[in-house]
């Protein structure tokens, strides 16, 4: 009896101890998760974007002219002074060679401004004859009034026709000046550039000075060549006087205020650089993406608030990234970012309670991308779930993920 009681309870035991075994087995085990708790302290919210530096004021000069450009010795970088430094100097233009048809077109309007001199001065020398008469006839009828053989009518008819007589010479006269002007423009048709022509001194070469002082920023040309008026020949601007352009989204662009501090990374330093917002400018465009995306961008002006000896390596048109604060607060109760999730339409967190996760909804303000400001819903220090997956669910058991 005694040996067969040990067997049964040995049994038994084995039974229950392969009974335990399943059950552990087929028991849900706690799911491994990142956790954070729910802290208290300062946050900001900043749109970013790739922005560039620029000089306030860049002048663009020009050719004020059409004519000969010499080479420009000024190199990029170059101190000038205002009204003293020589940027450039413009020659008069040589003229053009003529090919047979202009040739013989310009031949034939000098033939023909000629003919039209030779009859201008013919109608001088007629409308010159004409007053001498008149002169004449006038002198007659002034000695011929008295005695009573013509009338005082006909002497004012004969002082008329001499202020006549009078006119019309001046009038030939000047027919003649005008086609003696268009003989000399037609024959100025086959100045060619292996005629004569005396040296070019000094004082026709027109000296082109910088307008501001400053550094030579850009130069548009640099060999000799003919350029036209208005063409750009260098950018000049003074570089202490730098700024920085972001453009923005313009739904990011009004959430911005004048004044607001902006962070400036990626520029090639060691250390971010600080800003401030001074303008945002009251004209959007239209830009492409490089996705090809149509957007309306706003640029926004910035100033560097540090000395300028910490950004002095930086020049016109370099990249920076900008990072404009557009609200701030010092003692704000936030998430991380990582731990919201969407649920039957409002945001929610797994709050960790006892080891188990509760479906938590909560009420959030701002959001910043790596935390969010929680106006209801929670407290300080409590402990939530990071990057809930779809394994996590109300009730189950959470334990810590290792590191």
Do not use: C
């Not at 729910?38 to 560039?52: A, Q």
């Not at 007659?140 to 010479?169: M, N, T």
Request: glycine content about 8%; charged content about 25%; aromatic content about 6%.
């Amino acid at each position: 009896m005694g040996g067969k009681l040990v067997k049964r309870l040995i049994g038994i035991g084995l039974f229950a101890g392969l009974l335990l075994f399943f059950a552990y087995s087929f028991m849900p085990k706690p799911v491994p998760v990142d956790m954070a708790p729910v802290t208290r302290g300062p946050m900001t919210v900043s749109v970013s974007d790739e922005g560039y530096t620029r000089v306030h004021d860049v002048y663009i000069v020009s050719a004020p002219v059409t004519g000969y450009l010499l080479r420009i010795e000024r190199d990029v970088g170059d101190r000038v002074d205002a009204h003293k430094t020589p940027l450039a100097q413009l020659l008069p233009t040589h003229p053009q060679f003529l090919d047979e048809r202009a040739r013989a077109q310009a031949e034939a309007e000098i033939a023909s401004a000629e003919a039209g001199l030779n009859l201008a001065r013919a109608e001088r020398r007629d409308a010159e004859a004409q007053l001498k008469f008149a002169r004449a006839d006038v002198a007659r009828g002034r000695k011929l009034v008295p005695k009573g053989y013509i009338s005082q009518v006909e002497l004012e008819r004969l002082e008329l026709a001499l202020d006549s007589a009078e006119a019309a010479l001046d009038t030939a006269k000047a027919a003649e000046r005008v086609r003696r002007g268009e003989l000399d423009n037609a024959r100025a048709q086959l100045i060619t550039p292996d005629a004569e022509h005396p040296e070019i001194s000094d004082n026709k070469i027109i000296q082109i000075t910088a307008p501001v002082s400053g550094e030579v920023l850009q130069r548009r040309e640099e060999s000799e060549k003919v350029v036209t008026a208005g063409t750009p020949l260098l950018e000049i601007g003074n570089p202490a006087l730098l700024e920085v352009v972001v453009d923005l989204l313009s739904r990011d662009a009004v959430q911005v205020k004048p004044g607001a501090p902006v962070l400036m990374t990626s520029w090639g330093g060691d250390y971010p650089l600080n800003g401030r917002v001074r303008l945002i400018e009251p004209f959007g465009f239209t830009k492409f993406s490089a996705l090809g995306i149509e957007e309306q961008r706003v640029n926004v002006i910035i100033d560097f608030t540090d000395p300028r000896s910490e950004w002095s390596r930086l020049g016109h048109g370099y990249r920076v990234d900008a990072e404009i604060e557009t609200w701030s607060g010092k003692d704000i109760l936030q998430v991380p970012a990582g731990a919201l999730l969407r649920h039957a339409g409002q945001w929610a967190v797994f709050k960790v309670v006892n080891g188990r996760a509760v479906m938590t909804p909560i009420t959030i303000g701002h959001n910043n991308g790596q935390t969010a400001e929680v106006l209801k819903g929670l407290s300080e220090d409590e402990t939530l779930v990071l990057h809930p997956s779809e394994r996590i669910e109300d009730g189950i058991s959470l334990t810590r993920r290792d590191r």
